[in-house]
């Protein structure tokens, strides 16, 4: 599944292909997505220039001065870099093409994905205004997250990884940030000493700052067809290693089931 360091550095890989360049057409093969495609998009969007191309949480902004494509990259969703002469495969569903010939194309096999239309400023979206902090920004902070967990009884895992706590923390990136924290997954959020909120919010900043710059480098060419949607995995301590030795005391990696979600964690590093 994408992750949020795999949409931001989508958002990266395509930007300079298509900011400033004006969309001719706008081709819908299969509207059925996580939520039907807006047929307005291709009365709406040709002849509009794309003014910029943006991110938030998950969510990637297609800017124009009379409103904004929302693509959300769901299970299995991919964008490339497209040419006329490309063939187009299967799950090639959406693809927007600019006056200069190339082409936005979204593969999306398991159809979880979204293309929305808004006129309004898309922060103010439904799907998009009741997020928390990006992790990345200042406005993430230890004494937010600090007060915000106070009296939960969940689990710290499950608290960070709800995205109106704060966006972007999937199920690998919470089981790492919490193994570099020393923090047990399943210790109840409202629990945990700012103290040690303050080494797992810097263990978050930094699991998603190492895959981003890790994308940067390893990730596919966006207008390479042939290629695989290119989701990146850093080196894992803990995530998928279980029965393993920890890299920090040797005992064995364990799992549980936290919810639908499988967690990873030393019984011996994380308390
Ligand atoms: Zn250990």
């Not at 969007?45 to 959300?72: C, D, M, N």
């Not at 480098?217 to 949607?229: E, H, M």
Request: hydrophobic share 35%.
């Amino acid at each position: 599944m994408p992750e949020l360091p795999e949409v931001e550095t989508t958002c990266c890989g395509i930007a300079p292909h298509i900011t400033g360049k004006v969309v001719k057409s706008v081709t819908l093969r299969h509207r059925q997505l996580r939520w039907p495609i807006p047929a307005v998009l291709k009365r709406r969007l040709p002849g509009q220039r794309i003014e910029q191309v943006s991110r938030r949480g998950k969510y990637l902004f297609l800017h124009t001065a009379i409103g904004t494509v929302i693509i959300h990259l769901g299970m299995s969703g991919s964008l490339r870099i497209a040419q006329k002469k490309d063939i187009v495969e299967k799950h090639d569903h959406v693809d927007i093409e600019f006056s200069d010939k190339c082409i936005l194309r979204l593969r999306d096999p398991r159809r979880f994905g979204a293309v929305l239309w808004t006129q309004h400023p898309p922060t103010q979206h439904k799907l998009i205004r009741s997020l928390g902090p990006e992790p990345l920004s200042d406005d993430f902070t230890v004494e937010g997250l600090f007060q915000t967990s106070r009296k939960r009884q969940l689990a710290v895992k499950t608290f960070i990884m709800d995205s109106k706590i704060v966006v972007g923390v999937g199920n690998i990136y919470a089981s790492e940030a919490l193994f570099r924290a020393g923090i047990r997954p399943s210790t109840a959020a409202g629990r945990v000493s700012k103290l040690r909120y303050q080494r797992l919010v810097s263990a978050i900043k930094a699991v998603l700052s190492e895959a981003i710059k890790q994308g940067g480098t390893t990730l596919r060419d966006f207008t390479n067809s042939d290629d695989k949607p290119g989701y990146f995995q850093q080196k894992l301590q803990v995530y998928g290693r279980d029965k393993q030795p920890c890299v920090i005391c040797g005992a064995a990696i364990k799992r549980m089931q936290q919810g639908q979600r499988t967690t990873y964690y030393c019984s011996h590093c994380q308390r």
